[in-house]
């Protein structure tokens, strides 16, 4: 009850607000009547302007800088066409000078490229040949050291190799059977054997040293010079 004792009354709070409304409905009418006279003033002065003649200059000016405008348009598009085509020109010009240039440019490294495959073809001929040559050498020492130490040279001495039936070659009398067939390899040739049933040997008579008396010397050794038999190699 204290609180709302010092509360203003709700009729002192409403008399302000009340007061503007009621001054700004008195003022509204006056501010509209206002308004309008300044519209229909601006409207008068436009509308005394808006004369025929006024229209037709209007007209008029906006054709004469309608033409103007295109007159420039076409002045520009003139330029700027002229100003294409001579940069098109020299782009031309450049074009073809690096067409040329570059053709040019191309042949000398085609001819150099060429002139370089045909060194490097002689050189790889030339290494080829060489390699031929030196691989034909050395098949031919090999030939020759394997003529040397083929079996072959020996049957050309008058030797020959006998072999069994299944082609194995024999080293020794005893391994050969009685009957066996045999294949007996000369230096022009083989020839077909059978053995003999018979193994014995005759031996070869043993030399007797002769006596040596009080009154003969013995005779002085003769030694063998060595015989250079060549390099296989």
């Known amino acids: 009850r204290a609180a709302a004792r010092a509360l203003p009354a709700p009729s002192e709070l409403l008399a302000i ?16 009547k206002a308004n309008t006279h300044a ?19 209007q007209i008029s000016h906006a054709r004469q800088r309608l033409t103007v405008s295109g007159e420039r348009i076409a002045l520009s598009a003139r330029s700027l066409l002229r100003s294409r085509r001579e940069r098109f020109t020299g782009l031309e010009v450049r074009f073809k000078a690096s067409k040329l240039a570059n053709a040019q440019a191309q042949r000398n490294a085609i001819a150099r490229q060429r002139e370089r495959t045909h060194r490097l073809a002689e050189r790889a001929q030339r290494a080829m040949v060489t390699l031929l040559q030196r691989l034909d050498a050395r098949v031919g020492q090999s030939g020759k050291l394997l003529a040397a130490l083929s079996y072959r040279s020996v049957l050309a001495r008058g030797f020959a190799l006998v072999r069994d039936e299944a082609g194995h070659p024999v080293h020794a009398a005893a391994s050969v059977a009685p009957n066996a067939l045999l294949s007996i390899e000369f230096a022009d040739g083989r020839v077909a054997a059978t053995a003999d049933g018979d193994h014995s040997v005759a031996a070869a008579p043993t030399p007797q040293p002769k006596p040596v008396t009080r009154d003969t010397k013995p005779a002085p050794k003769r030694v063998a010079k060595p015989v250079d038999q060549g390099s296989l190699f």
Not at 17 to 23: F, V
Not at 39 to 57: I, M, N, Q
Request: no cysteine; charged share 25%.
């Open 17 to 32: 607000p009340r007061q503007r409304l009621d001054h700004l409905g008195a003022a509204l009418p006056r501010g509209l």
């Open 39 to 57: 519209h229909f003033r601006r409207f008068a002065s436009t509308s005394g302007r808006l004369t025929l003649r006024v229209l037709h200059g």
